[in-house]
């Protein structure tokens, strides 16, 4: 709320400026402008939107999106922009910003999909609290819910650009194929493994779990930031030895520590699983995605695909 009413001043002075815009913008060549919330929904707008629009990111590559806080020229850029893509409950700064400014050029991905609530046990030990959503925001994660994705977000720029509709639509089919064949990936590499528990860092996987059928352990809630208490760590611990688990995963953008110490008294090792909330390095969402799938598979000791 702060930073929202420090900046109201420097928005009413671009009230005037935005509302001249309409669907286009000066500062992008007449495309319309898509601002996403963070990288997996950057990279949705810029599969389906293509050249037809420009698009920007409001979290910069390499930082962690959940306590994110705009500037004051971030909520003007919202504001003159023609489509915010973002998901309610990731982070609250977009959030207040969206209902403030731009309520009605928003795209909530999390609208278009099933969502699953958030477990209790995430939700006690989420200090920072998402209290504001009563589901896990995470839908990324599974690559049938970013598929549908996909598809709706063709239909809301082929309305708002109706110039280019069908090339949105043709680009957002082949988005959604693309990641149904992603879904067909997980769903033979994880089918017949040793084990089923993964643990992680911050409760991200809840719908890569549900979807294939794996039971994830969080050691903190839908925050990464939000400390373990050793309570809970003794928790994860007994969980894990009981669950003969042997790889306990971390997350490059949050500290090792925990996972480490957690390992040490588990018995087991620490490997990479991305929860694709910032930029991957030198790659997309596709092959972060499959890299986690080959993260998990060894973890998991899934039997060797065959041809
Ligand atoms: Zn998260």
């Not at 528990?197 to 930031?225: C, K, M, N, W």
């Amino acid at each position: 709320m702060r930073s929202l009413v420090l900046t109201g001043a420097l928005l009413s002075a671009t009230t005037a400026t935005a509302a001249a815009c309409g669907s286009g913008n000066a500062a992008t060549g007449g495309k319309p402008a898509v601002m996403a919330a963070f990288y997996p929904l950057q990279w949705i707008s810029q599969q389906v939107g293509g050249p037809d629009v420009s698009v920007a990111g409001l979290t910069k590559p390499g930082t962690e999106p959940h306590d994110l806080e705009l500037t004051a020229r971030q909520v003007a850029d919202i504001q003159d922009s023609s489509l915010v893509v973002y998901i309610k409950g990731v982070q609250p700064a977009v959030d207040e910003a969206v209902a403030g400014h731009a309520s009605a050029k928003a795209f909530d991905a999390a609208s278009v999909v099933a969502t699953l609530p958030a477990t209790a046990e995430e939700e006690a030990h989420d200090e920072h609290g998402h209290d504001d959503v009563p589901y896990d925001p995470h839908i990324w994660l599974d690559p049938s819910r970013l598929a549908t994705v996909a598809g709706k977000l063709g239909e809301r720029l082929a309305e708002a650009d109706p110039a280019h509709a069908a090339a949105y639509r043709q680009r957002a089919a082949a988005t959604a194929t693309e990641l149904n064949k992603l879904d067909e990936a997980y769903r033979s590499g994880l089918t017949g493994c040793g084990k089923k528990t993964i643990v992680t860092s911050h409760a991200a996987f809840g719908y890569l779990a549900a979807r294939y059928g794996l039971e994830q352990i969080a050691v903190s809630g839908l925050d990464p930031d939000a400390e373990p208490s050793p309570t809970r760590l003794a928790q994860v611990a007994d969980v894990a030895k009981r669950q003969n688990v042997t790889t306990i995963f971390t997350e490059e953008l949050v500290s090792p520590k925990v996972a480490e110490i957690l390992a040490k008294e588990v018995g087991a090792q620490t490997a990479v699983l991305n929860p694709i909330e910032s930029a991957p390095d030198g790659g997309d969402y596709l092959s972060a995605a499959k890299q986690n799938l080959e993260a998990l598979r060894k973890a998991l000791e899934c039997p060797t695909t065959e041809g």
